[in-house]
């Protein structure tokens, strides 16, 4: 150590540092997630109860066991059950979304010839969520109807971003963010910069003075301190205690729907089962084996009720009509049968009708993945939509 450097101006150079690398301990605890403390992981407590909540321990995120959930997450739709999970909205979130509407019968996804047509009908418009309002839009961009061949990315990139940006503000909303999921945070970052140029007015000062050295500590401390925070001072914006809850819900019913059979479905339930598991199953990827699942279910019933009982407990009255027209829409199932829609059904017999529903659900996994690629294909750069390319947009 240069004699003219003495031990108060060593300290002055260690204080910018460590006053660094405490800040930088305390924005990195306060990017974990946050969890309910006095309820089991995934539930929420109840109005008036204690809503303890604490910072998880380890990593960022909770990473306990999850047990299988056997029904669709509370207050969430398949786009935001989707999103929450890895707080990205993906492109598999907007076809989930589409399958979802076609259950409802909001939107009819029809084969036209090597290409998908997406369509309005004109009903349910009122039972839409914002979020499904705004992705309609963007896809359609104002008209009723739209052949995904015919959109070019030019077209919809801003359109895009402004259905992406609806799905990150929804999740907000409901409190499972404090903002932007993908925001950065780059504030303690953006202070790194204000330490790095003290570092260059200490270097200038250091290199006009006649005692330079006593300079260097502070430099050095500054410099150091400053290229910690701008190194490692950007981190992912953390769940609320509500926002962990509803990743782990999403977590239980995607492995539920992974590892899901076709003995664990009741048969007078079938109907609910395709409406519920099928959009989500979209959302997490697992459309295929959800499929290949129902498929089964339906088989055994058949088996054990006989095709006119099976047939009734699915595509009578105690189904959704938006079940038969996505099959029919999707694998063409409707043209082989030569049904217009689903009251045509009680002229056919039982056992071709039944027949044919099989077989629309064998094709039902591939039809879907089809269908989520010719998505990706509109969606503008790529698979992840982090909606900061241009800066992210506090709610």
């Given at each position: 150590?240069?004699?003219?450097?003495?031990?108060?101006?060593?300290?002055?150079?260690?204080?910018?540092?460590?006053?660094?690398?405490?800040?930088?301990l305390?924005?990195?605890?306060?990017?974990?997630?946050?969890?309910?403390?006095?309820?089991?992981?995934?539930?929420?407590?109840?109005?008036?109860?204690?809503?303890?909540s604490?910072r998880?321990r380890?990593?960022?995120?909770?990473?306990?066991?999850?047990a299988p959930?056997?029904h669709?997450?509370?207050?969430?739709?398949p786009a935001l059950?989707?999103?929450?999970?890895?707080?990205?909205?993906?492109g598999?979130?907007?076809?989930?979304?589409?399958?979802?509407?076609a259950?409802?019968?909001?939107?009819?996804?029809?084969?036209?010839g090597?290409?998908?047509?997406?369509?309005?009908?004109?009903?349910?418009?009122d039972?839409m969520?914002?979020?499904?309002?705004v992705?309609?839009?963007?896809?359609?961009?104002?008209?009723t109807?739209?052949?995904l061949?015919?959109?070019?990315?030019?077209?919809?990139?801003?359109?895009?971003?402004?259905?992406?940006?609806?799905?990150?503000?929804?999740?907000?909303?409901?409190?499972?963010?404090a903002?932007?999921?993908?925001?950065?945070?780059?504030?303690?970052?953006?202070?790194g910069?204000?330490?790095?140029l003290?570092?260059?007015?200490?270097?200038?000062?250091?290199?006009?003075s006649?005692?330079h050295?006593r300079?260097v500590?502070?430099?050095?401390?500054?410099?150091?301190?400053g290229?910690?925070?701008?190194?490692?001072?950007?981190?992912?914006?953390?769940?609320?205690?509500?926002?962990?809850?509803?990743?782990?819900?999403?977590?239980?019913?995607?492995?539920?729907?992974?590892?899901?059979?076709?003995?664990?479905?009741?048969?007078?339930?079938l109907?609910?089962?395709?409406?519920?598991m099928?959009?989500?199953?979209?959302?997490?990827?697992?459309?295929?084996?959800?499929?290949?699942?129902?498929?089964?279910?339906?088989?055994?019933?058949?088996?054990?009720e006989?095709?006119?009982?099976?047939?009734?407990?699915v595509?009578d009255?105690?189904?959704?009509?938006g079940?038969?027209?996505?099959?029919?829409?999707?694998?063409?199932?409707?043209?082989g049968?030569?049904?217009?829609?689903?009251?045509?059904l009680?002229?056919?017999?039982?056992?071709d009708a039944f027949?044919a529903?099989?077989?629309?659900?064998?094709?039902?996994?591939?039809?879907?993945?089809?269908f989520?690629?010719?998505?990706?294909?509109?969606?503008p750069?790529?698979?992840?939509?982090?909606?900061?390319?241009?800066?992210?947009i506090?709610?």
């Amino acid at each position: 150590m240069p004699a003219d450097v003495t031990p108060l101006e060593l300290l002055g150079g260690l204080i910018p540092l460590v006053a660094a690398v405490l800040t930088l301990l305390a924005f990195r605890w306060r990017r974990r997630d946050e969890v309910f403390t006095d309820v089991t992981p995934g539930e929420m407590p109840r109005i008036g109860d204690g809503r303890g909540s604490a910072r998880v321990r380890r990593g960022v995120e909770w990473a306990g066991s999850v047990a299988p959930r056997f029904h669709a997450p509370d207050e969430s739709t398949p786009a935001l059950s989707g999103a929450v999970v890895d707080g990205i909205v993906h492109g598999r979130d907007l076809t989930a979304t589409l399958v979802d509407l076609a259950l409802r019968q909001i939107v009819s996804l029809e084969k036209d010839g090597d290409d998908w047509r997406v369509s309005r009908t004109g009903a349910g418009d009122d039972s839409m969520a914002e979020h499904e309002r705004v992705l309609l839009d963007a896809l359609l961009g104002g008209s009723t109807s739209v052949r995904l061949g015919e959109l070019r990315q030019a077209d919809v990139a801003q359109r895009w971003r402004v259905a992406e940006i609806a799905v990150y503000r929804a999740v907000v909303d409901r409190g499972w963010y404090a903002k932007h999921p993908r925001s950065r945070n780059g504030w303690v970052a953006a202070l790194g910069v204000l330490l790095i140029l003290g570092a260059g007015v200490a270097g200038v000062a250091s290199g006009i003075s006649d005692d330079h050295w006593r300079w260097v500590p502070l430099g050095a401390g500054l410099g150091l301190g400053g290229a910690l925070l701008m190194r490692l001072g950007r981190g992912r914006t953390p769940r609320t205690a509500l926002g962990s809850a509803a990743r782990i819900q999403a977590l239980g019913y995607e492995k539920y729907l992974a590892t899901a059979e076709a003995n664990q479905l009741r048969h007078e339930e079938l109907a609910g089962e395709v409406r519920s598991m099928l959009p989500y199953a979209v959302a997490f990827g697992v459309a295929p084996h959800v499929a290949s699942v129902l498929g089964d279910a339906l088989r055994a019933a058949r088996l054990a009720e006989g095709a006119e009982t099976a047939l009734a407990a699915v595509v009578d009255g105690a189904l959704d009509p938006g079940v038969f027209d996505l099959v029919a829409g999707l694998v063409d199932l409707g043209g082989g049968l030569e049904v217009p829609d689903l009251g045509a059904l009680a002229d056919v017999m039982p056992d071709d009708a039944f027949a044919a529903l099989l077989d629309g659900f064998d094709g039902l996994g591939s039809a879907l993945s089809s269908f989520a690629g010719g998505i990706g294909d509109v969606i503008p750069d790529g698979d992840v939509l982090d909606g900061c390319d241009g800066g992210c947009i506090d709610f």
